[in-house]
């Protein structure tokens, strides 16, 4: 959700930092702490950036503050990196942080459980937030209860800035625009790499794991929100685009794929419908897959995805699911999440297989003649990629005269950081 109008941040010029990272110690949060660090000191900003980490505790920001001067090479960060006391559950201590920024990049999650009170500091102190949710029903209520107030702060509410919602939207935006015609449908096709340590696995953290557990537990209210707000009706231009299966043998790759659970598919949908009703722009039909391996991996994945669906549905099954994700997900997720060895031998790749009509046809009568296929590719998945985004996005709300040439060139720069 983007909501405002006013240029995003409260602009106050008192506030004593541009940028806080929120939950800057949890896992994820870490890469964040470090991206940042690295877009401050490499000359990426037009001007010095003032910003601060904020967490529970004073003794694990430094560290993670060490952990970045030490990945980039240096002896320490600068002064000008701060360091603030906060909790999710203590709504003055998160406003004390809200009004001493422009920006909040939230990292603490599952935000169905912790989102909501940093968004409502940030909307009620004038300061703009960003967050990496993968979850829609979060996204979908945060819409709901604040876009107005947000719009009358003059402040910015955007979530889903992480891997894999910014590469599958603007993967689907850089398809339509490269297309010489009508794009009217988009399937993507997910793909992960290990290219050195293939002995070593590859895993995510389970916070990811968790905010599938009870996102999938929670269906029925996702769609009771979705009927509150409102959205219109989105029309099918062209033929009806056609789901390739739960489960299917891809010719493209000579592997299996499924249909891929994660949030892209949502936003990608809530983006087309705003370009349809706001700007008139041809909707985009679009489905998401990603690619397992062999019949071994298909039949492996059946019994898990049985097991998780059957114990989903009740709370002590939600309670095992979460206590124990390693055994649940046949070793992908984990509570230590991978390790940096892993992360730095794995990669991925999402594909795009787009379909449209030519320039001067007539998508009504006529049948798809014209095809694409284009590809964004980046370092490991999840936690490598996911802190990207919400610092190129963030950095375009800041005022010029700080901003990284995102501000201007936003579609055209995202893409390229892959």
Not at 126 to 143: T, W
Not at 156 to 162: D, E, R, T
Not at 248 to 268: A, C, H, L, T, W
Request: charged fraction near 20%; glycine fraction near 12%.
């Amino acid at each position: 959700m983007a909501a405002g109008g006013g240029g995003g941040g409260g602009g106050a010029p008192e506030r004593p930092y541009e940028l806080v990272v929120f939950g800057a110690s949890g896992f994820t949060g870490q890469f964040v702490v470090e991206e940042v660090a690295r877009a401050a000191a490499g000359g990426e900003l037009r001007g010095a950036l003032r910003w601060a980490v904020a967490g529970r505790s004073r003794e694990k920001l430094q560290a993670v503050l060490e952990r970045a001067a030490e990945r980039l090479g240096k002896a320490a960060l600068g002064a000008e990196v701060g360091v603030l006391l906060c909790d999710v559950g203590d709504a003055a201590s998160l406003a004390a942080v809200a009004r001493q920024t422009r920006l909040v990049l939230n990292c603490v999650g599952p935000y169905r459980f912790f989102g909501e009170p940093v968004v409502e500091a940030c909307v009620e102190n004038g300061a703009s937030c960003i967050d990496i949710c993968g979850e829609p029903q979060f996204l979908e209520g945060m819409y709901l209860k604040y876009n107005e107030k947000a719009a009358e702060k003059g402040v910015y509410v955007i979530g889903s800035c992480g891997f894999d919602s910014i590469p599958a939207d603007m993967g689907v935006l850089y398809t339509r625009d490269k297309l010489k015609g009508d794009l009217f449908k988009c399937d993507l096709m997910l793909k992960k790499k290990c290219r050195s340590c293939f002995h070593l696995g590859s895993c995510a953290h389970d916070g990811t794991w968790k905010s599938a557990v009870y996102g999938l537990a929670d269906q029925d209210n996702l769609r009771k929100l979705r009927k509150k707000i409102g959205y219109a009706p989105v029309p099918v231009v062209g033929a009806k685009l056609k789901s390739r299966g739960l489960v299917f043998y891809n010719q493209e790759f000579k592997e299996y794929s499924i249909r891929f659970m994660g949030s892209d598919g949502s936003v990608v949908k809530r983006s087309q419908c705003y370009l349809h009703t706001e700007l008139q722009e041809t909707p985009v039909q679009y489905g998401a897959y990603v690619n397992i391996g062999g019949l071994g991996s298909v039949i492996k994945l059946m019994f898990a995805g049985i097991f998780f669906l059957l114990l989903v549905k009740f709370s002590f099954g939600r309670k095992l699911l979460t206590k124990y994700p390693e055994f649940f997900s046949a070793g992908f997720f984990t509570k230590k999440g991978p390790t940096q060895k892993q992360m730095d031998g794995t990669s991925f790749t999402m594909t795009f297989f787009g379909e449209g009509y030519s320039e001067g046809q007539d998508p009504q009568y006529g049948k798809p003649n014209v095809k694409i296929c284009t590809e964004v590719k980046g370092p490991g998945m999840y936690h490598v990629p996911s802190p990207i985004p919400p610092l190129k996005v963030g950095t375009s709300l800041l005022p010029g005269d700080i901003a990284s040439p995102l501000s201007s060139t936003l579609s055209q720069d995202l893409l390229p950081t892959y």
